[in-house]
T-cell receptor, first 112, second 111 residues
Framework: DADVTQTPRNRITKTGKRIMLECSQT?????MYWYRQDPGLGLRLIYY???????NKGEISDGYSVSRQAQAKFSLSLESAIPNQTALYFC???????????FGPGTRLTVL | RKEVEQDPGPFNVPEGATVAFNCTYS??????FFWYRQDCRKEPKLLMS???SGNEDGRFTAQLNRASQYISLLIRDSKLSDSATYLC????????????FGSGTRLQVQP
């Protein structure tokens, strides 16, 4: 079984809808991250969490919110989706001090 | 200026060639450095960490130049399977911040 899983893997939705992307990990890591990837822009950090009670904004947090329900679960919400949020979304985990990040398989989100 | 900059490529090289990528970073306080590999439509995976003294892993060699604030990745004897996007990654503040990813350099190895 994969160490970092994301659901759904693909989602098509309409402008204005609320969407939740979920991430689970079995690696026992404290640190979890959400990124989006757009062609030519690379990975951009949306939110990150260094433990269950810690939530930090990344460089592009506007329009997104997160919830760290447990050490193993970190969900990303789009309260009212808009077309420029169409992207590939990755969840990742890491431990300290190794700091290597392990990524989930990604969620391809399309907002029409 | 971006925190981490890479030439997007693509670098088109024949099998067996040696190819090198550079990456520059803006924060002189950066502490740790990595190269990740990402195949098309897949998740990034760690290729290797970059140590101050330089390090080698098979056909791959990574080097760090703190004075000029760049890191490099050298791939010798390129294989078709090396075709991918290579992401330069930098971490500041001893891990108190999340990693910063470059936008990647695309490599296409041709038969």
């Amino acid at each position: 079984d994969a160490d970092v899983t994301q659901t759904p893997r693909n989602r098509i939705t309409k402008t204005g809808k609320r969407i939740m992307l979920e991430c689970s990990q079995t690696k026992g890591h404290d640190r979890m991250y959400w990124y989006r990837q757009d062609p030519g822009l690379g990975l951009r950090l949306i939110y990150y969490s260094f433990d269950v009670k810690d939530i930090n904004k990344g460089e592009i947090s506007d329009g997104y919110s997160v919830s760290r329900q447990a050490q193993a679960k970190f969900s990303l919400s789009l309260e009212s989706a808009i077309p420029n949020q169409t992207a590939l979304y990755f969840c990742a985990t890491s431990d300290w001090p190794q700091n290597e990040q392990f990524f989930g398989p990604g969620t391809r989100l399309t907002v029409l | 200026r971006k925190e981490v900059e890479q030439d997007p490529g693509p670098f088109n090289v024949p099998e067996g060639a040696t190819v090198a990528f550079n990456c520059t970073y803006s924060n002189s306080a950066s502490q740790s450095f990595f190269w990740y590999r990402q195949d098309c439509r897949k998740e990034p995976k760690l290729l290797m960490s970059v140590y101050s003294s330089g390090n080698e892993d098979g056909r791959f060699t990574a080097q760090l130049n703190r004075a000029s604030q760049y890191i490099s990745l050298l791939i010798r004897d390129s294989k078709l399977s090396d075709s991918a996007t290579y992401l330069c990654v930098v971490n500041d503040d001893m891990g108190r911040r999340a990693l910063t990813f470059g936008s990647g350099t695309r490599l296409q190895v041709q038969p």
